[in-house]
């Protein structure tokens, strides 16, 4: 375990050493935060949190955002429509 940075297991793969990180961790030795479901495609990960596209949010960047935030007269609802 020490090899993968006390966050994964060295595992054997094809005659090669291999890290098998645990949740929440990623890299060849497990030392980097890992992001909810990757960021959706939507954003960077950066140290375990997703930094979203300029037209997502959440969490893990899986919710559109408004157009104009709505121009402050409703509310954002899920799929990125306004609701007055």
């Known amino acids: 375990m020490n090899g993968c940075s006390n966050k994964g297991d060295c595992i054997l793969v094809n005659n090669k050493s291999q890290c098998k990180c645990i949740h929440g961790w990623k890299g060849i030795d497990c030392s980097l935060p890992d992001c909810p479901n990757d960021c959706n495609n939507h954003g960077n990960c950066i140290d375990g949190f997703c ?3 300029e037209k ?3 969490i893990d ?3 559109p955002k408004c ?3 709505c ?3 409703g509310n954002c609802i ?5 609701k007055c």
Request: charged letters at 10%.
């Open 56 to 58: 997502w949010t959440g």
């Open 51 to 53: 930094i979203c596209d």
């Open 61 to 63: 960047c899986s919710l």
């Open 67 to 69: 157009h104009n935030n």
């Open 71 to 73: 121009n402050n007269h």
């Open 78 to 82: 899920e799929g990125g429509i306004c």
